[in-house]
């Protein structure tokens, strides 16, 4: 059995990481956050560039692309998509990100994390690149950028978490986490303002530069990343020396199937509440449209903050022995699940907007726990497997929030009352208490018997 001593210090952590200025670790973590941050800004600027892009039913040109009218004050229509296309162009990404995190799981496993996030960022980057350009050429093009987009996002994904469980030291796993994934916050956060500011302008044609801007922003973050790499020696991922096989136990273990469920419920609730509850504040509540600003912020920017909280507080309970992994975990998912569960119960039965919109983002920054609490506990039972693991957990996390969406628009397809918004939420309330329970009962900390490396591992381990 190999040292678990050696398994928590990886070698290259041992060897590299000795700086007494600034720890080679906090500069994977910066550079993991600023990847997030960027795959999260490509993905949110599609939603807002999307509506310069497209031309509306009231432009009377007949071509596929207008021109610009120069000292013209009405709006330029740039591309003859209608609604559905539109649809069809941004639900595209989803058929490359159910993809990407099974298999960048996979290969996260055998070629490391290193070359897989890099990968990622790529896959990203380039169709934001070319899409000026897709875009001309036709719709299918453009489409085909999306699945490329989605692709590279899943694959980065997984690579994120095993680069920080390489790089990160037990008594501080939470906080490197939670900072690498804060960056899924900040990213909509700041696109949701430099997008539309620069669509809105005349800056190289005004959205193509948000584009431009992103894919450069990438090409960037992937030279720096080279370099830190060749510094650090990166490559040397013990899990690169050896064939990486898949233990299918994965499919039957207790821990990691209430690890799928609970990830199934959480991505329900999340997207219910990012992409539905906009259309409940102003159907329902009459929310002032011209504040949809803040239901975009405010939101993520409670997410931003629960996260690198939860990330200190497991920290500090498990470093301190104030509570034990598992009753760590517990915790931060009982915020997580629990609270969000009574605040969405709440939110059916209140009349006042201001008062909604406040409980609507604790309910979703409550949410942010779930990196210390979910995301981590993958790095207690599974840490060598946790790259296909966290793969597995997305893909189903999105059939979570297809079913929620879709539940959604069966009970208010004829009648969009406040009471059929009432049986959606008590129904994911429902879910949420669910999927706490199922972890207080088969969730684990211990590392499962067979997601221990090979005997052959530890040797090469040794040999370092």
């Known amino acids: 059995m190999p040292d678990q001593n050696l398994i928590e210090k990886q070698p290259f952590l041992r060897d590299n990481d000795n700086s007494r200025t600034l720890k080679i670790r906090y500069v994977i973590t910066f550079l993991c956050f600023v990847g997030s941050t960027l795959i999260y800004a490509a993905r949110v600027n599609w939603s807002i560039a999307i509506l310069y892009m497209a031309r509306q039913e009231s432009d009377n040109t007949n071509s596929t692309d207008s021109e610009v009218n ?51 960022i790529l896959f990203t980057t380039f169709p934001m690149l070319v899409t000026q350009f897709a875009a001309h050429f036709g719709v299918g093009f453009v489409i085909l950028t999306r699945i490329i987009d989605g692709f590279g996002q899943g694959i980065a994904y997984p690579a994120n978490l095993v680069l920080i469980r390489n790089w990160s030291k037990a008594d501080e796993r939470n906080t490197l986490l939670a900072i690498a994934f804060s960056g899924c916050s900040v990213g909509p956060i700041l696109t949701s303002y430099i997008s539309t500011w620069l669509c809105s302008s005349e800056f190289m044609g005004g959205w193509p530069s948000t584009f431009y801007l992103y894919g450069t922003i990438g090409v960037v973050w992937c030279v720096v990343w080279c370099i830190v790499g060749s510094k650090t020696n990166m490559q040397s991922n013990l899990q690169d020396n050896y064939n990486y096989e898949v233990p299918w136990k994965l499919m039957t273990s207790p821990p990691v199937i209430t690890l799928y ?89 209140v009349y006042n907007s201001d008062l909604s919109l406040t409980i609507m983002v604790f309910a979703f920054g409550i949410y942010g726990f779930k990196f210390a609490g979910v995301n981590a506990n993958v790095l207690d ?84």
């Open 70 to 120: 120069e000292g013209s004050s009405q709006i330029v229509y740039t591309f003859d998509w209608n609604m559905k296309t539109q649809q069809i162009i941004l639900g595209s990404f989803y058929c490359g990100y159910s993809v990407g995190p099974i298999l960048g799981g996979w290969l996260v496993g055998r070629f490391g994390g290193f070359s897989m996030l890099m990968t990622g």
């Open 261 to 349: 469920f609970v990830h199934f419920v959480f991505d329900a609730g999340y997207i219910l509440l990012i992409t539905d509850i906009p259309t409940f504040f102003n159907s329902i509540l009459d929310f002032d449209l011209e504040l949809a600003g803040l239901l975009n912020m405010a939101p993520h920017l409670c997410v931003l903050c629960m996260t690198v909280i939860g990330g200190l507080l497991g920290d500090y309970l498990i470093s301190h022995d104030k509570l034990s992994i598992l009753g760590t975990r517990r915790l931060l998912n009982t915020f997580c699940f629990g609270l969000t569960a009574v605040f969405i119960i709440i939110l059916g039965y």
């Open 381 to 464: 039972i599974a840490p060598f497997h946790s790259g296909i693991i966290i793969g597995m957990m997305i893909s189903i996390g999105s059939i979570g929030g297809l079913v929620a969406t879709t539940l959604l628009g069966v009970l208010t397809e004829t009648n969009n009352t406040l009471r059929q918004w009432r049986v959606e939420f008590w129904t994911q309330a429902a879910l949420q208490i669910c999927a706490l329970l199922a972890f207080f009962i088969f969730g684990s900390d211990k590392p499962q018997e067979w997601a221990k490396p090979p005997e052959e591992s530890a040797d090469i381990e040794r040999q370092h």
